[in-house]
């Protein structure tokens, strides 16, 4: 291994801890007279000192006490779910080239078809539903990429005083509101009512507030794209919004599900081998069903990268995020009807409610 490599090496550590490499004085650490294993040792303990999560190595993972085990998964985990996103990100455009797997083709076609018609101009807006981890925000992005038209992107919680202002900045441009709380109050909605609508664009804000940086009205020119995981029931506000634009909603089935996910497997990722691969995929198949409430194409990766990390432990990890409904569970492996009222003290009307949900052999 050569300086080169051990820089490269070191470098990475800056990246995973978003810090700035050059803060570190590379050159002056690295010592020429001992091996590029030895100067590798040596820089770990310097980093150590200088970044906040320095991974482990194995033999140092075998002795650390349970608790800081235990820190130091959690670390993992988190780092490992924003890699997931990108790896799978990565995977669907690998797919989309290759043109091989026709369920993924199939349950995009429509969404980006949607998209595209906000992009150049024959829609003013766009609801997509869908559970976390199907692509959502990858599908809508491509397709306003694929047609050349430039927008902006916002996601995570927002005020509506924020989510007022933020539309204002942006009221000529194509913007994607991904999972965005907007239904959490009639104030946003009644906003997005107003950007959307046929005639008249003009949104209002009213308010005391001294934090109010725009004008209190104005007139939207733009569009707007709204991804939602659950699409609520007996909204009225979010109706009306509806109404206003393009809908659709992303959803696979359990069966789809894991056909797409040993697809997926099929792509060449990081060290990890065929055998590694079918063994991952495998276990979430034995492992899962119609009852687990978060089985996304995502979390392949995301266990892909438990597996990377702790080759001994990665079940207990890949264990403790899948989610179980206990009463849907209860029903697929074969609780009666009266048996399951007295379990859940839930109705009938309820238990068949959820039969009626999935396919019980």
């Given at each position: 291994m050569k300086k080169e490599d051990v820089k490269k090496w070191c470098n990475k550590f800056f990246i995973d801890n978003d810090k700035d490499f050059e803060l570190f004085d590379f050159e002056s650490e690295y010592d020429e007279k001992v091996s590029a294993e030895e100067n590798k040792v040596q820089l770990r303990?310097?980093?150590?000192?200088?970044?906040?999560?320095?991974?482990?190595?194995?033999?140092?993972a075998e002795i650390m006490p349970k608790e800081q085990y235990e820190e130091l998964v959690i670390q993992e985990?988190?780092?490992?779910?924003?890699?997931?996103?990108l790896e799978f990100e990565k995977a669907l455009r690998k797919i989309e080239k290759d043109k091989t797997t026709t369920i993924i083709e199939d349950m995009y076609f429509i969404p980006k078809q949607f998209a595209k018609m906000v992009a150049n101009g024959n829609a003013k807006g766009f609801i997509l539903y869908g559970e976390a981890g199907l692509g959502k925000s990858y599908t809508i992005?491509?397709?306003f990429r694929e047609c050349k038209k430039e927008f902006v992107y916002l996601s995570g919680h927002i005020t509506p005083l924020e989510l007022y202002q933020?539309?204002?900045?942006?009221?000529?441009?194509?913007?994607?509101?991904?999972?965005?709380?907007?239904?959490?109050?009639?104030?946003?909605?009644?906003?997005?009512?107003?950007?959307l609508n046929d005639n008249s664009r003009i949104v209002c804000y009213n308010t005391s507030s001294s934090k109010l940086r725009v004008p209190n009205r104005f007139i939207f020119e733009g569009t707007i794209c709204l991804l939602l995981n659950d699409k609520p029931k007996?909204?009225?506000?979010l109706k009306a919004v509806e109404s206003r634009v393009l809908n659709h909603e992303l959803r696979l089935n359990y069966q789809d599900k894991i056909k797409i996910i040993f697809e997926l497997a099929k792509q060449n990722y990081k060290s990890l081998t065929e055998e590694d691969k079918n063994k991952i995929v495998n276990w979430i198949k034995e492992n899962t069903s119609e009852a687990t409430k978060n089985l996304n194409l995502r979390v392949l990766f995301l266990i892909y990268e438990?597996?990377?990390?702790?080759?001994?432990?990665?079940e207990k990890m890949?264990?403790?995020?899948?989610?179980?409904?206990e009463y849907l569970?209860?029903?697929?492996?074969?609780?009666?009807?009266?048996?399951?009222?007295?379990?859940?003290?839930?109705?009938?009307?309820?238990?068949?409610?959820?039969?009626?949900?999935?396919?019980?052999?």
């Open positions: 303990a310097k980093l150590k000192e200088f970044l906040p999560t320095i991974p482990k190595t194995k033999k140092e985990i988190t780092k490992a779910e924003k890699q997931a996103t992005m491509r397709a933020y539309l204002f900045t942006h009221r000529k441009e194509n913007i994607i509101l991904d999972d965005v709380n907007v239904l959490d109050n009639e104030i946003n909605l009644n906003m997005l009512k107003s950007c007996n909204n009225e506000n438990m597996y990377l990390f702790d080759k001994n432990n990665w890949a264990k403790k995020i899948l989610i179980t409904d569970e209860m029903i697929i492996q074969g609780v009666g009807c009266d048996e399951w009222c007295e379990i859940s003290g839930k109705g009938r009307a309820t238990y068949f409610r959820y039969k009626k949900s999935i396919k019980v052999s």
